[in-house]
């Protein structure tokens, strides 16, 4: 029989938890033997530090394991909950326990990136004098989220998501474990379905023993005996569990995969990260933006068509919506990834705004002023101004554009790839033209 949850009882990813390094479960490339932050712990020497990584890849865990072996005080605080208040109640502690009892005290900030740069600021000095060890668990990257001056002081970790095989190392510990786990149950799983589990948790250990839990309290009685099947564990993970923070580093990250994987002329990776990003969670919308932009960035006048096919992907997911829409974001995706590509124009762009930025506000010349009144006549606006369709080959060579004051640019600099072959071509002859004129 499923046992009855009592007062005061603990979730399975809670019970769990690690209380060794020898069950620590993954981060082998900061933990595994000889590494400098394991030797670190087992020797309890301890430096502030930053534990960046997704959720469920053992933060919490291994501040809580570095405390028990260190024989140090743990002061947790989250800084969503949290203020300056509370951060000085616990230096305050952290003194006296020093004082009175010879004791380090580790603070753990859970979330730290929530904190903004002035209660961040509070920390410096204690951080500084060994008042207490910092450790900050952040899921945003820690260059963007925290402060120089913290950074300076502390020291970086990076863990990653588990791995399939870790986290299913993970779930079957917690099936076999009779004191703090389900092995009292006698919970038939079979191991395929422990892979499908496994791949929902999408790296996330918490993820993993928070579903297993759920699995288990509903798993039906066959025989006096515990049975996950397939249609259960599909009831379970009817959710989708992608991680895909809308205002994370992971959507940035994958948006930038598409367009490089765009950029590199590779479509299968280049859809690949489309459907990654649908299934998270992404905006169609934001992706089809983000298609045009690589159609002018990544493409421009090699391809005249990439622009078109990408506006069109946009009005069609605009009238048409989910599933059909997604479909022709995924056409204007494979045809950009295809098409013969040039930098050229965004180059070009990039530099004449660079110029209209540093070289001041230069005169209109004269010439190519519009004088729509006698008297802008009479001042000699639009005088000598040559109408170039009415010039041989609809070109008027030599003629100069530019602001008298600033030396004529060259920005444009087209590709032999694609149309702008072509286009290379005629302005290669234009300024041949100009080279006569001028002589």
């Avoid at 069109?312 to 479909?327: D, F, I, K, M, T």
Wanted: charged share 25%.
């Amino acid at each position: 029989m499923k046992p009855v949850k009592a007062e005061g009882f603990q979730p399975l990813a809670t019970r769990m938890r690690p209380i060794s390094l020898e069950e620590f479960v993954g981060q082998s490339h900061v933990l595994g033997q000889g590494k400098p932050l394991r030797r670190a712990i087992e020797q309890g020497i301890l430096h502030s530090m930053i534990l960046w990584g997704p959720p469920g890849t053992g933060k919490t865990t291994l501040a809580q394991l570095m405390a028990a072996k260190t024989h140090a005080r743990f002061e947790r605080l989250s800084a969503i909950f949290s203020g300056v208040k509370d951060i000085r109640k616990a230096v305050e502690e952290a003194k006296l326990a020093r004082a009175q009892e010879n004791k380090a005290t580790i603070l753990f900030i859970d979330e730290v990136h929530r904190f903004n740069k002035a209660q961040q600021d509070v920390f410096l000095p204690y951080v500084e004098d060994g008042t207490f060890i910092l450790i900050g668990a952040t899921t945003e990257n820690p260059s963007f989220e925290l402060n120089n001056a913290l950074l300076s002081r502390t020291r970086v970790y990076v863990l990653k998501s588990l791995s399939e095989d870790e986290l299913l190392s993970v779930l079957q510990h917690a099936l076999k474990d009779k004191e703090r786990g389900l092995g009292s149950l006698s919970l038939t799983f079979p191991e395929e379905l422990q892979r499908l589990l496994v791949q929902a948790a999408d790296g996330d250990a918490r993820q993993v023993l928070n579903l297993l839990e759920i699995i288990a309290d509903l798993a039906q009685e066959q025989k006096n005996q515990l049975t996950v099947t397939a249609d259960l564990l599909a009831e379970v993970l009817q959710v989708s569990l992608r991680r895909f923070d809308k205002q994370g580093e992971a959507f940035y990250d994958q948006i930038s995969a598409l367009h490089k994987s765009v950029r590199g002329s590779a479509p299968d990776a280049a859809l690949y990260w489309l459907a990654r990003m649908l299934d998270g969670g992404c905006d169609p919308l934001y992706i089809a933006r983000r298609v045009v932009r690589m159609a002018s960035e990544d493409i421009g006048l090699a391809d005249t068509r990439s622009l078109e096919l990408a506006l069109n992907a946009c009005q069609v997911y605009e009238r048409l919506g989910s599933p059909e829409g997604e479909l022709a974001i995924a056409q204007a995706i494979v045809y950009l990834a295809c098409a013969p590509k040039s930098n050229a124009l965004y180059l070009a762009y990039n530099a004449a705004r660079q110029d209209a930025k540093a070289q001041g506000s230069f005169e209109v010349p004269m010439h190519l002023r519009n004088a729509p009144t006698a008297l802008m006549k009479k001042l000699g606006y639009g005088k000598m101004y040559r109408y170039a369709h009415n010039e041989p080959e609809g070109y008027a060579a030599g003629e100069s554009y530019f602001p008298e004051d600033l030396k004529p640019r060259r920005y444009y600099h087209p590709t032999n790839r694609g149309l702008e072959a072509k286009i290379a071509e005629r302005l290669a002859y234009f300024h041949e033209l100009d080279k006569k004129k001028n002589k």
